[in-house]
């Protein structure tokens, strides 16, 4: 995303002198490679956002059995 503030003064036209001009037309292979890139980078972080939630899930079923078996025995030793 390309966020900017344009400020426009009084008296001035709301262009901006020095705009950047688009580069010519893309080939359509550039686009098509452009779009492959773009979706394998999603693929890639998809892949990446599920191989963190399943360690973090794996951890936290680890440490709930690990708190469930100390309090078992703690209960069992009464």
Do not use: C
């Not at 490679?33 to 394998?40: F, G, L, M, N, Y």
């Not at 440490?63 to 025995?73: M, N």
């Amino acid at each position: 995303m390309n966020s900017a503030i344009k400020i426009v003064k009084r008296g001035t036209s709301g262009k901006p002198n020095n705009v950047p001009v688009p580069p010519a037309g893309k080939t359509e292979h550039e686009r098509e490679r452009d779009t492959a890139s773009t979706v394998k980078s999603w693929v890639a972080e998809w892949e990446e956002r599920k191989r963190s939630l399943q360690i973090a899930a794996f951890v936290f079923v680890r440490a709930y059995d690990h708190s469930r078996q100390t309090s078992g025995a703690a209960v069992t030793a009464n």
